[in-house]
């Protein structure tokens, strides 16, 4: 594993070139803002979910007549990326690997970049093949829970009905559960993560501050590029994931068409989407 290291007077982040994976941030007085991974828990710290986020029917999907399988989350989280560019600020990662169950010809980057107390992280996918493909993308950050996951919570930027689709298995239900009917909050509790994740596909809000009670640090994502937003811990562990996803698990009853799934994109040949996410570190 090779590690790359940006900074500026706000900042400093650590960057992986397995997976692309973010091993670290630290804010100007030193603190560590990145859970730090643990095997007891979780030992991931930041993982990209390509070309799937969450889990497919049968752990496969069909375009044009063909079942390509593709496990939960994707590949691109295990594979070596190759360091395209780097300076002082900034880090581009570029992935072109295939598998059994996404064959085509692509380029995938993620760039990083600092700007004082913020890291915007894009994502760029161009499709270098002679068809057509479909994908979705997104994030897994997790963050320091100071005090514990029960001291801290969620502020959405607008007032939402939070309303979680229950996860069953590697998928989710159709109807959703309703948490708080309007809020622009959501105190953290153990016991929403007992089955596994909250899954929030329709909310209003892009953006999402972390608070606790024991601190005034805070982190805030912006995704203003992602429909889907998730929030996941292990109970007993010492952070909460933040991610913007483009797509959401497959609903129960999904016909496996990809084509057919909310949030993936579609590329003709030639053609390059992007997306991205910003953190910052308050």
């Not at 069909?62 to 079942?67: I, Q």
Request: charged share 25%; with cysteine.
């Amino acid at each position: 594993m090779s590690l790359t290291t940006i900074q500026n007077d706000f900042l400093k982040v650590t960057i992986s070139d397995l997976g692309a994976e973010i091993q670290s941030i630290r804010d100007k007085d030193g603190v560590e803002r990145l859970w730090q991974g643990d095997p007891a828990f979780w030992a991931g710290r930041a993982p990209i979910m390509f070309p799937i986020c969450g889990g497919l029917k049968e752990d496969a999907y069909l375009m044009d007549g063909v079942r390509y399988p593709m496990e939960k989350h994707g590949f691109a989280r295990k594979a070596v990326w190759s360091l395209e560019a780097a300076d002082e600020t900034s880090a581009v990662y570029l992935l072109t690997e295939k598998r059994e169950g996404f064959p085509f010809a692509y380029e995938l980057r993620a760039r990083y970049a600092l700007r004082e107390n913020a890291l915007t992280i894009t994502y760029e996918v161009k499709n270098k093949d002679d068809r057509a493909f479909c994908f979705g993308i997104g994030s897994h950050e997790a963050y320091q829970t100071p005090g514990g996951l029960e001291a801290c919570a969620i502020e959405f930027a607008q007032t939402e009905r939070i309303a979680n689709q229950p996860v069953v298995g590697n998928l989710i239900e159709t109807e959703p559960a309703v948490i708080l009917e309007q809020a622009d909050r959501l105190p953290l509790k153990t016991e929403y993560f007992a089955v596994d994740a909250l899954v929030f596909p329709h909310l209003k809000s892009r953006s999402v501050t972390l608070t606790s009670a024991v601190t005034d640090k805070k982190i805030r994502v912006d995704f203003d590029g992602m429909d889907v937003l998730m929030l996941w811990t292990k109970p007993g562990a010492g952070y909460i994931c933040i991610e913007p996803w483009t797509n959401a698990p497959d609903y129960v009853d999904a016909d496996m068409n990809i084509e057919h799934k909310p949030g993936v994109i579609r590329l003709e040949p030639g053609q390059t989407a992007v997306r991205s996410h910003t953190i910052t570190v308050l």
